[in-house]
């Protein structure tokens, strides 16, 4: 069993910055991590994953803002994320899985935590 916990949401202006952070607890090996995100109304998006090896991936519309990465002593994993929109205020989740297809579609993950909420203003 996979037990995520996120902190580090709150509110921000926008161009700010604001750093997540996801405690992995439990089977945490091998396992592929991302954050989703879901704005109020909307669907959820893949926003980056990061795999058991390392290898990240970002969607395209935070390439350049957002950074993963993960502590694997600590099984933690961060999301730094510089030059906020409005439009990203959203509930960000972080989600894990064994599997490693299509890391940016949330269906792919198997285990979420509550999430933690994101709110820019303009």
């Known amino acids: 069993q996979v037990r995520l916990r996120e902190s580090g949401g709150g509110s921000v202006q926008a161009g700010g910055s604001l750093r997540l952070t996801c405690t992995v607890s439990g089977a945490a090996d091998n396992l592929n991590l991302g954050w989703i995100r879901r704005p109020p109304g909307e669907n959820s998006e893949g926003v980056a994953a990061i795999d058991s090896d390392g290898t990240t991936k970002y969607a395209d519309s935070v390439k350049g803002r957002f950074t993963i990465s993960k502590d694997n002593a600590e099984n933690t994993l961060y999301l730094q994320m510089s030059s906020l929109k409005p439009e990203e205020s959203a509930m960000y989740y972080c989600?894990?899985?064994?599997?490693?297809?299509?890391?940016?579609?949330?269906?792919?993950?198997?285990?979420w935590g509550r999430g933690t909420q994101v709110t820019v203003s303009s």
């Open positions: 989600a894990a899985s064994y599997s490693g297809s299509d890391a940016l579609n949330p269906s792919a993950y198997t285990y």
